[in-house]
């Protein structure tokens, strides 16, 4: 399961690189149209911003399994060793619980919307929606296999520089 979670890590960094890089061209060549020839272009605004759907969900996945995503730990500070490590794991319950409830209403709601059209480019909708399902899937393997102890080489180098800051 690790290998898999991998490859899928090193796939979504390529997309998200990709995607960032096509959509800031894209963008720049809409603004160029836009202000300097005075032509503008229809279709550009549809595709950065369908692009920038799947960035977001495939980025939020690799976020998640590099533990990069923002939490509020002032509380979880105070408590004991022993609470916090309930408090966390009741919170990848939660989180689990929460990309399934994604997973299964994204899934419905894509397919139920199969059949629409994007009205700038006549892309069917199925493309920009599937990224909801296919990215909170995602950061459910990140949530499963963090609380297998997936990536705890950074969480407590995390932990050890937050102690160095401490202490100065």
């Avoid at 272009?41 to 399994?65: D, H, I, N, P, S």
Wanted: include cysteine; hydrophobic fraction near 55%; proline fraction near 4%.
């Amino acid at each position: 399961m690790d290998r898999l979670l991998r490859s899928l890590d090193r796939f979504a960094t390529i997309c998200v690189i990709s995607l960032m890089g096509i959509m800031s061209v894209i963008t720049f060549v809409a603004v160029f149209f836009r202000f300097v020839i005075h032509s503008p272009l229809t279709w550009t605004e549809e595709v950065a911003r369908y692009m920038m759907v799947w960035v977001t969900f495939m980025g939020a996945g690799l976020a998640m399994g590099r533990g990069r995503h923002i939490g509020v730990t002032m509380v979880l500070d105070l408590l004991p060793r022993r609470l916090r490590i309930i408090a966390d794991t009741l919170a990848r319950y939660i989180m689990a619980a929460f990309f399934c409830a994604m997973i299964y209403y994204g899934a419905k709601f894509t397919l139920s919307l199969r059949m629409q059209i994007s009205p700038a480019i006549g892309l069917p909708m199925i493309f920009p929606y599937i990224a909801v399902p296919i990215g909170c899937f995602y950061m459910l393997l990140q949530v499963l296999l963090l609380g297998r102890g997936r990536n705890d080489g950074e969480a407590s180098r995390a932990a050890d520089l937050n102690t160095e800051c401490e202490d100065q």
